[in-house]
Nanobody, 120 residues
Framework: VQLAETGGGLVQPGGSLRLSCVAS????????MAWNRQAPGKQRELVAR???????YYADSVKGRFTISMDNDKDTVDLQMNRLEPEDTAVYYC???????????????WGKGTLVTVSS
């Protein structure tokens, strides 16, 4: 299973970016997808998660500014980021909980990350 993120870049404070991630490979089904981030000198943290049933979780720091969405048919997850702040600067990683066949217990897979820099 591979995850590939796109959409990172440089944006000014107050601006917006949209991150996208597509999962590919031996996928039977995906039970959740998430965006995580790691800022310089800090631990990786969960930003937002969505289940295949549509249930969403957001970290307090991004509530009201970020929106996660998932396309179950295309195995993709997006993160719309609005009102970006310098504190949002980080490498953003996509992750997915995947069953590779009907008997699989499920495992979590990660992308390589995309850099988001919020700076004037």
């Amino acid at each position: 299973v591979q995850l590939a993120e796109t959409g990172g870049g440089l944006v000014q404070p107050g601006g917006s970016l949209r991150l996208s991630c597509v999962a590919s490979g031996s996928i039977f089904s995906i039970y959740n997808m998430a965006w995580n981030r790691q800022a310089p000198g800090k631990q990786r943290e969960l930003v937002a998660r969505i289940t295949n049933g549509g249930h969403k979780y957001y970290a307090d720091s991004v509530k009201g500014r970020f929106t996660i969405s998932m396309d179950n048919d295309k195995d993709t997850v997006d993160l719309q980021m609005n009102r970006l702040e310098p504190e949002d600067t980080a490498v953003y990683y996509c992750s997915a909980g995947v069953y590779i066949d009907a008997d699989d217990d499920g495992d979590e897979y990660w992308g390589k990350g995309t850099l988001v820099t919020v700076s004037s």
